[in-house]
């Protein structure tokens, strides 16, 4: 009995000593990339006939510390009309340099649509100024095909 007892206390013990696998943050698993002065984003698409789904990840290349960032996608068509927009907040809220946090955005789509480029906008704030100060925001747009 002592030596199961002895076991199941190794066994509980050995699980409260799981890690979080930094290998789910890799780069390299994305065929999507874009740079800017402050973040990197990677990321790669999946479609549906009812859904358009992103899924990567985001850098913090620049500051210290990020806070309170948001990204947004939106899909649209050859003429720029909009057909979905999908909004990611990140958290924890704060993301330090050389940091990597992933997200995931699904945009639903109607039959028949066909979105032709993707834009994202994100919007952060610097941990160290305050709430006072203005956010700092980006967007861009690529082709999807």
């Not at 698409?45 to 510390?65: F, M």
Request: glycine letters at 4%; one cysteine or more; charged letters at 20%.
């Amino acid at each position: 009995m002592a030596r199961w007892l002895l076991l199941l206390c190794l066994l509980l013990g050995l699980a409260g000593c799981q890690t979080y696998l930094q290998s789910t943050l890799d780069p390299q698993k994305y065929s999507q990339h874009y740079k800017f002065y402050d973040l990197e984003f990677f990321w790669k698409n999946d479609h549906t006939p009812d859904s358009y789904s992103i899924e990567g990840l985001v850098q913090n290349n620049r500051y210290a510390n990020v806070r309170d960032l948001e990204l947004s996608a939106t899909l649209l068509q050859k003429d720029g009309k909009e057909l979905a927009t999908s909004t990611f907040y990140f958290f924890p809220n704060l993301l330090s340099i050389d940091e990597k946090a992933p997200f995931t955005l699904v945009l639903p789509i109607k039959q028949g649509q066909q979105p032709a480029k993707l834009k994202f906008f994100y919007r952060y704030r610097l941990a160290e100024h305050g709430y006072e100060q203005s956010p700092y925001f980006y967007s861009f747009i690529i082709d999807l095909y």
